[in-house]
T-cell receptor, first 111, second 118 residues
Framework: KAGVTQTPRYLIKTRGQQVTLSCSPISGHRSVSWYQQTPGQGLQFLFEYFSETQRNKGNFPGRFSGRQFSNSRSEMNVSTLELGDSALYLC??????????FGPGTRLTVL | AQKITQTQPGMFVQEKEAVTLDCTYDTSDQSYGLFWYKQPSSGEMIFLIYQGSYDEQNATEGRYSLNFQKARKSANLVISASQLGDSAMYFCAMRVLTGGTSYGKLTFGQGTILTVHP
């Protein structure tokens, strides 16, 4: 079974731009979660989607948004990028509330 | 709210020896899952082992075992017979399995960097 895939793997943007990251879960998994990892804040939960519905959201500004499609693929969008948004963005999928399996991540650099 | 504490920023171990990585947690929920993940320098989070709050036996997965002490709220990871490839960052995490504002999300500790010496 193929694992979680994330595209792109690396991204360089400038302040004020917006970015869209994509995540394809493991086949059959209906839950997709997003996390931001930075050296200063560690791993922080962004949001979780289950069957196209946002089930939970972390403490991030409204510039961070996401969605899930009927095939369980998910995208997250960050608008008006700030330098502090530079991070590794990790996507994870699970069947429901069991083990989350992570993708390789998208490393975003904001200049 | 949930909290995971990993008090060891870095650990060193000799190849083929065992090492214990500490993890304590805090939650008022009765039903939860505890996880350990490994993150090599490449960045991908690799699932290692899972322990449910109602599991009476400690979880084991190959060279990994989880020393679960519910009363002390600790979930230490034991790696036996360390290998050079075990050098990585290790994260302890918790997921609440009941409803509420924490539904579904993983709460992570700050991680422990493990270095295996030849």
């Amino acid at each position: 079974k193929a694992g979680v895939t994330q595209t792109p793997r690396y991204l360089i943007k400038t302040r004020g731009q917006q970015v869209t990251l994509s995540c394809s879960p493991i086949s059959g998994h209906r839950s997709v979660s997003w996390y931001q990892q930075t050296p200063g804040q560690g791993l922080q939960f962004l949001f979780e989607y289950f069957s196209e519905t946002q089930r939970n959201k972390g403490n991030f500004p409204g510039r961070f948004s996401g969605r899930q499609f009927s095939n369980s693929r998910s995208e997250m969008n960050v608008s008006t990028l700030e330098l502090g948004d530079s991070a590794l963005y990790l996507c994870a999928s699970s069947l429901r509330l069991d083990t989350q399996y992570f993708g390789p991540g998208t490393r975003l650099t904001v200049l | 709210a949930q909290k995971i504490t990993q008090t060891q920023p870095g650990m060193f171990v000799q190849e083929k020896e065992a090492v214990t990585l500490d993890c304590t947690y805090d939650t008022s929920d009765q039903s939860y899952g505890l996880f350990w993940y490994k993150q090599p320098s490449s960045g991908e989070m690799i699932f290692l082992i899972y322990q449910g709050s109602y599991d009476e036996q400690n979880a084991t997965e190959g060279r990994y075992s989880l020393n679960f002490q519910k009363a002390r709220k600790s979930a230490n990871l034991v790696i036996s017979a360390s290998q050079l490839g075990d050098s990585a960052m290790y994260f302890c995490a918790m997921r609440v399995l009941t409803g509420g504002t924490s539904y579904g999300k993983l709460t992570f500790g700050q991680g422990t960097i493990l270095t295996v010496h030849p």
